[in-house]
C-alpha cells in the first residue's frame, strides 16, 4: 500500500520560519541591545570618575604622612613614585618602611595621575588630579580634569 501525501501534509513537514520573521527578531534583538548599551554606558563612566575621586583621596592621604615622616612633601622631580620607593637623598630614618602606598596606580582610563607642587588649582600645597577620559587637561563631563581641589 503506497502512501500518498496531499499537499497540505507536505507544507507542514517543511514549516520553518521565514526570512521576514528571522529579520524582524534581529531587529529587535539589535534595538534591545541598543537600549541596555545606551543606558548602561552612563554607570561606568560615573564609577570611573567615583574610582579616580577616590585614588586621589588616598594618595593625599599617603601625602600627608610622608609630610608628617619627613616635614615635606615630594618635590615636583620626585613625583608620586616617593610614595612607594624612597627617593634619593631622604633620610631613610624618617621614611616609612615599606612606603606610604605599594604602587603608584593609573588612572581609571589607564593615564598617571598628576603631581604639581607648588599647588596651583587647589588653592592648597600641591595639586593632585586625573585628566579624566579623554587624557588632555580641561574638559567637560568624563572628559573634565577630576582633582583635589573638586
Known amino acids: 500500500m503506497q502512501h500518498s501525501y496531499s499537499p497540505k501534509h507536505r507544507r507542514q513537514k517543511q514549516a520553518g520560519f521565514s526570512l521576514i520573521e528571522l529579520m524582524v527578531v534581529v531587529f529587535i534583538m539589535g534595538l534591545l541591545a541598543t537600549l541596555i548599551i545606551v543606558n ?11 574610582k579616580a575621586r577616590a ?16 616635614y615635606t612633601y615630594p618635590t615636583a622631580a620626585q613625583g608620586l613614585e616617593a610614595l612607594s620607593v624612597a627617593p634619593a637623598g631622604v633620610d631613610l630614618s624618617l621614611y ?11 588612572d581609571p582610563w589607564g593615564n598617571p595621575y598628576q603631581y604639581q607642587i607648588p599647588g ?14 579623554d587624557g588632555i587637561p580641561g574638559g567637560e563631563g568624563p572628559d573634565a580634569d577630576i582633582g583635589n581641589w573638586d
Not at 585614588?55 to 619627613?70: F, K, P, T, V
Not at 612606603?99 to 596606580?105: E, L, P, T, W
Not at 596651583?120 to 577620559?133: C, I, K, P, Q, V
Request: glycine share 12%.
Open 40 to 50: 548602561v554606558a552612563p554607570v561606568g563612566d560615573r564609577s570611573r570618575v567615583s
Open 55 to 70: 585614588d586621589i583621596a588616598s594618595l593625599e592621604s599617603a601625602l600627608e604622612q610622608y609630610s608628617l615622616d619627613l
Open 96 to 106: 616609612r618602611q615599606g612606603g606610604y602606598i605599594r604602587r603608584v596606580q593609573l
Open 120 to 133: 596651583t588649582r587647589s588653592g592648597g600645597r600641591y595639586d593632585l588630579f586625573s585628566f579624566g577620559a
